[in-house]
């Protein structure tokens, strides 16, 4: 009787746990923004291919004005990319492979899967895109705090002078300029990911060839970047300081720091977590410029002949990517949100 009294509590405790887990607000606004999330790729996925589709021609376009290529290999071709079917059949046989085999298709001009050609490049991407956030982030912030907690006085005017001059400069002419002081004077490399005696080095001396190899690259994304978003916390900062709630603090005899760096700081930085999930999102797209000129191995150029080849899974399976981001981006921002600021409940958030 007492091991099935003890049996019978264990399961009881379980349920209880599920039911409180279930009742959860953060799983419960999870669970419905997942469940938003499948219709938003759905309808996503068929606004892309729909637009890819009215793109005039296709991939074999290049390969039929080629006299080598018999128009029975063409044929041979058609059927077997699907490209001999309506566009409204290509699409539903690419959506239902996906949902069922995970399996975005393959590449026209790689003849492989578009899955592993993606997964190739996705690290280094995400390596330069990643340290482009973590030094962007790292240097504005601090910059925009200190702007303005001095605000109108002379540093406050040079961070200024900073900003404007840094969000005059576009990614590419940023990448452009580094690029021709890496040349002229040979401290950095200007191309690829690694030397080539990379495979040569010890374990740290290969971590260390790639951040120098990086250096360069994540500049270029950061620059910019790091100019705005100096801007958008100090503005913020500035707001959250002249609120009553911060006067009261400081007729208390609060220390200036505890003010600044808890009761204000806390609120201002609030709408730049939003802005970071749509950094999050922007990942792999932000990183093609720098990809570019410096030779960086990573989606960018592979997207960018993709399109150009109009190689369709490949083109489709990174727009697809770029629309998970987006989801994850801004799932993250909000749940980031709520750990800030106890406050703020998700049932009421759109």
């Known amino acids: 009787m007492t091991c099935a009294f003890m049996a019978s509590q ?23 923004r997942l469940l938003q999330a499948v219709l938003t790729l759905f ?23 080629n006299p080598q290529i018999s128009p029975e290999r063409i044929k041979a071709l058609q059927q077997q990319f699907g ?27 790689y003849q492989r899967s578009v899955t592993s050609l993606l997964l190739e490049r996705v690290p280094a991407t995400l390596l330069l895109a990643i340290a482009s956030i973590i030094v962007t982030w790292g240097i504005a912030i601090p910059l925009g705090i200190v702007g303005a907690v001095k605000q109108n006085r002379t540093i406050d005017q040079v961070l200024q002078v900073i900003s404007y001059i840094g969000q005059g400069f576009p990614s590419f002419v940023t990448a452009l300029l580094l690029l021709i002081v890496a040349q002229n004077t040979s401290l950095f490399p200007v ?28 500049l270029a994304l950061s620059i910019t970047g790091f100019a705005g978003l100096q801007r958008i916390m100090r ?87 770029g629309a998970v981001l987006l989801i994850v981006g801004n799932l993250l921002a909000d749940l980031l949100l709520k750990a800030v600021d106890p406050r703020i409940q998700l049932t009421k958030m759109n």
Do not use: C
């Not at 599920?18 to 419960?28: G, I, K, Q, Y």
């Not at 079917?85 to 393959?106: D, E, S």
């Not at 709630?245 to 939003?274: D, F, M, S």
């Open 235 to 321: 503005g913020e900062l500035l707001d959250v300081l002249r609120q009553n709630y911060i006067q009261t603090a400081r007729a208390k005899g609060l220390p200036e720091n505890r003010v600044i760096y808890v009761h204000a700081l806390r609120n201002a930085v609030n709408p730049l977590i939003t802005l970071l999930g749509f950094e999050f999102a922007s990942l792999l797209s932000g990183a093609f410029i720098a990809e570019y000129f410096f030779n960086w191995p990573g989606l960018g150029r592979l997207i960018l002949q993709a399109v150009t080849a109009q190689d369709l899974y490949l083109v489709m399976a990174s727009l697809m990517m």
């Open 83 to 109: 490209l001999d079917k309506p566009a409204i059949q290509q699409y539903w046989l690419w959506l239902t492979q996906v949902v069922t085999r995970g399996n975005f298709g393959t590449s026209f001009v």
């Open 191 to 218: 191309g690829n990911m690694t030397s080539i005696n990379h495979n040569e080095l010890s374990p740290l001396g290969q971590i260390l060839d790639i951040g120098w190899h990086m250096i360069l690259p994540t």
């Open 43 to 65: 309808l996503a996925s068929a606004l892309s291919f729909a637009i890819i589709q009215l793109a005039p021609g296709d991939y074999l376009d290049a390969l039929k004005q």
């Open 10 to 32: 264990r399961l009881s405790l379980r349920f209880d746990w599920l039911s409180n887990l279930a009742s959860n607000e953060t799983l419960a606004y999870v669970l419905k």
